[in-house]
């Protein structure tokens, strides 16, 4: 910054400048910040220095290291009043919030240069050559409006720059000579000055006389500094033979000290006595460097006198120093007696060690006590990790019991899973489905083989393998179904899969129960992996059946369905009362009765439904909103058209079975239908509501509230279904029991009527097995139309 000089002198206009532009005004801040931060670091590295020499500001080397300070205190003074001001400015262009990194930074900084003032203004050697205004308690309030007008600029400046001559004086020509080195950097531009007028011969003389009077002056002056310096470096010459004094004195301490340790060391080995010669021999050597000490005291106490008489002849105009060196003369009196006194501390403590011997056998007693104790600790100890790694290898084979039982249950449900596929081709399932399943099974195996590498049971291989147990039997049924619904030619083929992949994962299950994981790793997984991944091929080839449905409109149409499906539910409800009106008016007892609580149970299912649907309908409202990002929902249906195709196939179900359950209620109600129509209705409409269930979780979020709600729903439909089924059943047994009268049978009607309901049994079950047969062609021939 070009614009700022050397000296930090600026003026309102300058700094009015400087903080035009916000964001320089801003930087600039910053660095100035960072300068402060710096000359704080130098302070305490002197300060620092100075603690751990224990030098004072009174001698020459603590003066040496305190000289750069004196420009510190001057810089930082400025470089703070520029800080305040610019922070000011700022804080009345920007808000508050965006300067608060600057207000931490600057309390920071405020603190340190408070303590700093504060120290430097108790020095006696700042208070001679520089002039210190203490900062306020508080620091500036930038978020005040006036907190400017009560501001008040920290003036620091040097003596000979800022006072009259008869101030104070530095104490050392030292200090002086530092402070003619200063170079005022702020170099200002030339004026021109008018010639001087002609001057006279008396003019002249004056000049001529004043000028001998100043050079008398200053010479003057300068032997009136010498004298002070002088007296200054005897001051420090005193000081140093005080700090050397006091250095001794902690030295004879010491060596009293570690002579008083080695007459007890020598006290309690009497008994040894070549150990007690060489503690001897030490101690004489110790008492030989005591004498040699103290001699070295006595010299320099000679020095100190010699120095004080000098002081004396230099100071005898003035009472100060005959009153120092009496303040002298009374702390060397009060040294000897501290001397004295610690020769009678030394014998004291010599009596002492004598009576310390008798108490190291009450020691020697106590340790030998307290290995005892440490022995019979230890053996506590191994008798606890002795229990600890019993309890630890019960636990373990509790582990393998259970993560046993575990793989056991598996392979039962795989077993199920087996016997499940021989019924395959009665099932109707959708291959967009199984292809979703498959994706999901990889995943999980994937986690479970990264388990199985650390070869060891933990909490979530035991917590995968039941779910992945669960979802491999349900993925291995549904993929021979919808092979089936999708292409009778392709059955056969993905129907092989399925058994390879069954037996894939049987044997992945038996030797992960035989906890062999070397094995597991090698060839188990990788084969299962192997064979989920040929059905995830195979089912992928099979026709979708979906080349007859516009993707464009598919959108649209399933909108229509639902609203479809609301009509019809609407529809079944008025037609269930109109039905129990009709019941009311025209039956009677049992009938009345048996009428009144299949039409109930039937109304609640349609309340289920109804409300099923709703719950669908959010659900799907949710999954276009997140996943269309910015595209619009008929964008979102086009690209996802195979899972709107299944939702629109899932609604239709759920209306045409809706519709169909009140025809067959009327049928039952009127008594021109059959009760087990009622009950399949009810289970149409229970696996209608699943495959829309299925449908919405396919792409709906893990976490969503709104696919927990729907579960809810699925849940309530599938009770209400269980209520209609068990209620047909119970009227159809009621009814029953009213219509058989076997009282008046002879023995021979009753043979006769016998056989006659077997050979009925006989026909019913074919009949029932070519029912079925012709159940599965209609359920794929209705999955194809509904395609």
Known sequence: HGSIPGSFELTAPQIAVLSQDVNDAFELTIELLDQLDSLLELKNSVTSTMDSLRWSSLILQGQCLLAPLVLVIIDTSKIYDITVKLLFKLHSQLPADVLAGHRSRFNTVYRGLKKFYDEASGLQYFQYLVSITPLPSDPPNFLSANGMETYQSPQAFLHNEGSSEGGDTPPDSQSMADESLIVDLDFAQPVATPAPPSKDSKDLQIEQLERDNMMLRQQQEKLIQEAKSRIGDYENSLQSLHSDRDYWKERHAELQEESQRYRQTLEQNQQNSQNSQELQHKLAEKDEQYLKLKGAYTTFRSEHLQALRDISELTKKTKAFEEAEARHEEEIRKLKQQILEAEQDRRVFEQKAKTTATSVDEMESSLALSQIEIENLNKKLMEAENNHSKNMAELKDSINNLFTSICISILKLLDEAGDDLHNATSITYPSHLIANALISDMELLHKITAIIKEEKISNELCEYLPLFGHRISNTIVNAAAAAYTASIEKYDGVNEVCKQLLQATQTFMKDLKELNFQKVVSKSLPDVEEKLQNLSNTISKLPTLSGDIDAEQVGAELESEMDRVNKAIFDAVQMIEA??????????????????????????????????????????????????????PKEFYKRNH??????????????????????????????????????????????SVAQLYVSSRVKADKDSKKMGELGVASKSVNKCTATVVATVKSGQLDLADKALDFTNLSLHEAKKLEMESQVRTLELEAELERERIRLAGLRKKHYHISK
């Open 579 to 632: 039905l129990q009106k009709k019941s009311r008016e025209n039956a009677t007892g049992v009938r009345m009765e048996v009428n009144d609580k299949i039409l109930d149970s039937c109304n609640d299912l349609i309340s289920a439904i109804r409300i099923l649907v709703a719950r669908s309908r959010d659900v799907q409202e949710e999954i276009v909103q997140q996943g269309k990002g910015t595209a619009s």
């Open 642 to 687: 195979q899972w709107t195709e299944g939702l629109l196939s899932a609604a239709k179900a759920v209306g045409g079975a809706a519709t169909y359950l009140v025809q067959c209620a009327d049928g039952v109600v009127t008594n021109n239908g059959k009760f087990e129509n009622l009950i399949i209705a009810a289970q149409e409409v229970a696996a």
